[in-house]
């Protein structure tokens, strides 16, 4: 004999089928499709709501109702196992899947309300118990210690420091900072220029110790160059460079 079922408000098709399973405590993996597409559409007679969009979505659960009950009448399907195909099995699996997520929400509900009446008190710890450190008992600590496990304890040690050590970046020297002033620099070209008077980019360069050097003069040539002190030609796209001084010895 059927139980009768009427409830005003359900969120959706699979919580009314939910909550019509469990109220006929029924096996949700064995749904008697019949007796529960019976209750199903009477609920839906009963509904007073005329929202289409929330009537249609219970229609078409009652679609799919029927559909199951026509494929149950028919012989069963055999998959590609050689098993027979329960018209179910896909309802049941969003049953299934709905129940979990519901469960779930409720016992975050429950969570968040029993949160309300949880109060946290800020710590009260005396600073001399927070420093508080237990003291070491020598004797305890050395109870166990033998020469062979103190050999063993720092062959250890000496192979952690070993690991640390970059192979490649270990056989590196020292990298010092060169320091060229640009000042002193223009200084040495100017003076080179007074006493050359005409001479070639490549002649300047070859008295350079290191890059730094080389950079830092064709720097200085720059700012001669535009305070007029000296005068670059070239000949040609990749012929020399040649230098001029513009002011005198006298001077």
Sequence with gaps: ????????????????????IEKNKIDIYDIPIVEITKQYLNYIKSMEKEDLNIVSEFLLMAATLLDIKCRMLLPKEIDEDGQEEDPRQELVEQLLQYKMCKYISMELRERQGSGDYIVFKEPTIPEEVQSYVKPVDMDDLLSDLTLERLNHIFRDVMRRCDEKIDPVRSKFGKIEKESVPLSKKLAYVEEFAKKHNRFSFRELLEDQKSKVHIVVTFLAILELMKTGVIKVKQDGGHGDITIESQVSIAN
Excluded: C, T
Aim: hydrophobic share 60%; charged share 20%.
């Design 1 to 20: 004999m059927a139980i009768p079922v009427k409830l005003e408000v359900f969120e959706g098709p699979l919580d009314l089928l939910l909550h019509l």
